[in-house]
C-alpha cells in the first residue's frame, strides 16, 4: 500500500454534514472524494471547474435570500405555475 498524508481542514458542520450524506449516496466517503478531487486537479494542471467572482446582481439575489426575501412566485399546485408558464 502506497504511504500516505494526513490532511487536516477545517469545515462547517453544516457543510459536513450534507456533503457526508451526498457522498454516501455516491458510495463515496469523504477521504475517498477528496482523493478523486486533488487526482483530477493533477490531471486538469489546476482546479476542473471554473471559479467566478460573482456580479452585483448575483451578490444582491444572495444577499435577500439570506435576509429571508422571497425572490420568486409560488403556486398552488404545479397546474397553476403551468398556466403561468404557458402565458
Not at 450534507?18 to 482546479?47: C, R, Y
Amino acid at each position: 500500500m502506497a504511504k500516505t498524508d494526513t490532511l487536516h481542514i477545517r469545515v462547517e458542520p453544516e457543510v459536513k454534514k450534507k456533503a457526508e450524506k451526498t457522498l454516501n449516496d455516491l458510495g463515496l466517503s469523504i477521504t475517498e472524494a477528496i482523493n478523486v478531487f486533488l487526482n483530477i486537479v493533477i490531471l486538469n494542471d489546476g482546479i476542473p471547474f471554473e471559479i467566478k467572482k460573482p456580479n452585483k446582481e448575483t451578490i444582491q439575489a444572495m444577499e435577500d435570500v439570506k435576509n429571508g426575501k422571497n425572490l420568486g412566485k409560488t403556486y398552488n399546485n404545479a397546474d397553476e405555475m403551468f398556466e403561468e408558464l404557458d402565458k
